[in-house]
């Protein structure tokens, strides 16, 4: 069926390094994609998202890009904190939302 | 914002016992929910969508006799494990969909819940 998908399970990086997780997605029908952080214990928290008929999206310190020809997501974070430690999911909509593998960031002081 | 609560926040019961867990939308309307499943170290997987009025819609693989889901009104879905077991133990979280929520430069009309704890001894 249909997935969702991370290249990087793990990510390591120094605090004030910029991060950059990858996501990959296989259903060509998912209009509206999204990005999440969770914290251990507590319920996925919204970072970013994007439509199908963009490719770029920037938020505060957060940049989501979306390659609708290689389906391909990917969410940089600039200038990583510590507290920006979790597990990122990407999510993408067709008629419901599905998640990916997840990506754990851990930031080194 | 739109807040979504779930309660309780961690329950721990007996094998063979029927655990309910409560998901609110507490500042809005919520004709859809959704429940999903998370066990350590993996992803979030969708059990079903819950219609408010209709039956729930279950993923493939997802027992509906085991998992009762109910969404009586606009704001609350409840979803019963039935007769529990060591291997259902998992972090449950629901999330509400307000159509037409979505604002403060998100299109996101998705919102979720903080997520509830069942250990099954």
């Known amino acids: 069926g249909e997935s969702v998908g991370l290249h990087l399970p793990t990510l390591s990086v120094q605090e004030g390094d910029n991060s950059i997780i990858n996501c990959a997605y296989s259903n060509s029908a998912s209009d509206y994609f999204i990005w999440y952080k969770q914290e251990s214990g507590k319920g996925p928290q919204f970072i970013i998202d994007i439509r199908s008929n963009m490719d770029k999206r920037q938020g505060q310190r957060v940049t989501v890009l979306l390659n609708k020809t290689v389906k391909h997501l990917s969410l940089q974070i600039a200038a990583t904190q510590p507290g920006d430690s979790a597990v990122y999911f990407c999510a993408e909509m067709a008629h419901d939302m599905r998640f990916g593998a997840g990506t754990r960031l851990t930031v080194k002081p | 914002g739109a807040v979504v609560s779930q309660h309780p926040s961690r329950v721990i019961c007996k094998s063979g016992t029927s655990v309910k867990i409560e998901c609110r939308s507490l500042d809005f309307q919520a004709t859809t929910m959704f429940w999903y499943r998370q066990f350590p170290k993996q992803s979030l997987m969708l059990m079903a969508t819950?219609?408010?009025?209709?039956?729930?819609?279950?993923e493939q693989g997802v027992e509906k006799d085991k998992f009762l889901i109910n969404h009586a009104s606009l704001t609350l879905s409840t979803l019963t494990v039935t007769s529990a077991h060591p291997e259902d133990s998992s972090f449950y979280i629901c999330?509400?969909?307000?159509?037409?929520?979505?604002?403060?430069?998100?299109?996101?009309?998705?919102?979720f819940g903080p997520g509830t704890r069942l250990t099954v001894l």
């Open positions: 819950s219609n408010e009025g209709s039956k729930a819609t279950y």
């Open positions: 999330s509400a969909r307000d159509l037409g929520k979505a604002g403060g430069g998100s299109y996101n009309e998705q919102f």
